[in-house]
């Protein structure tokens, strides 16, 4: 047993599952709107610095998407006919403590160990639309008169539970929430256009910027049968097509940031100097049991 008594600090991990949206276009904290589930996938590096402390990087490509279709009606957001798609990446630095101690002998790691995590990272940020079967990117078209920033900042935080297979590498399985600085997620955020409608029939009258007035308003009855804006309608309206819930900058009552979360199993491996000999090119029937 005593080959087996490394303490070895640093260790990888690749990771995997589910993800889900939280903005103007979902709202699971407030009606029952069911999972929008999208995808993840994202790779760590660790390193073991206090007896239950490890740091740890980490960097994942996710997709986000919403919909008004499956809103709750109570929610009164069916009517915007609005939705989005997001695929972006993110780079986070965290922090993570272990109920038991992980600054030991790899043969005596604990075989159930839950954990906390928290940090804080970067992400991409590239909402697109499909509008008449083509996917559209909406930063550029400043569908409510502003152009955020193209990276956002985010707070991950969340729970894990890992569980020991042998010497070298645990499963594990974690919920990882991330709150946001940022409205734009999802392009929506203003309550209605009024603050800005004249400037998006301007552009659409003039032909210089037509999609900002077509992808800003695309509820049914404010679009003339042909699928265009009814910009009559909407400037006798004084801007009064909805849009989101509010901007939180404003400190209006229902407004509130963006966020996501990922649901991820993995497998962490510890590296040692004899890894290579002893478990991945060990000889069939020559093996140890290391637990």
Excluded: C
């Amino acid at each position: 047993m005593y080959r087996f008594r490394f303490e070895e600090p640093w260790s990888f991990s690749l990771q995997a599952g589910p993800s889900q949206y939280f903005g103007d276009l979902y709202a699971l904290w407030q009606y029952s709107e069911g999972i929008q589930p999208d995808y993840n996938a994202a790779m760590s590096a660790r390193y073991t610095f206090g007896t239950n402390l490890k740091a740890r990087v980490d960097l994942t490509y996710y997709q986000i998407s919403g919909q008004d279709v499956k809103a709750d009606p109570r929610s009164g957001r069916i009517p915007r006919d609005l939705n989005f798609r997001s695929r972006n990446w993110e780079a986070a630095f965290l922090v993570e403590y272990y109920y038991k101690p992980v600054k030991v002998y790899n043969i005596t790691r604990e075989f159930i160990n839950p954990y906390v995590f928290f940090g804080v990272g970067a992400s991409t940020n590239n909402p697109r639309t499909l509008y008449r079967e083509n996917w559209v990117d909406l930063r550029p078209l400043r569908t409510e008169n502003e152009l955020y920033a193209n990276r956002v900042m985010v707070f991950p935080m969340g729970l894990g539970l890992k569980y020991k297979v042998n010497v070298y590498m645990d499963f594990f399985i974690e919920g990882n929430y991330r709150f946001t600085l940022s409205d734009y997620l999802d392009d929506i955020s203003t309550y209605n256009i009024s603050g800005y409608y004249e400037e998006l029939i301007a552009d659409y009258v003039s032909g210089e910027n037509p999609d900002r007035l077509r992808l800003s308003v695309r509820q049914p009855r404010y679009l003339l049968p042909n699928g265009e804006p009814n910009v009559e309608l909407i400037r006798n309206s004084r801007g009064a097509p909805r849009r989101g819930s509010g901007d939180p900058r404003l400190d209006e009552p229902e407004a509130r940031y963006d966020g996501y979360f990922t649901l991820n199993f993995g497998a962490e491996i510890y590296f040692s100097q004899d890894i290579w000999d002893n478990w991945i090119f060990r000889h069939r029937g020559r093996g140890f049991r290391f637990w």
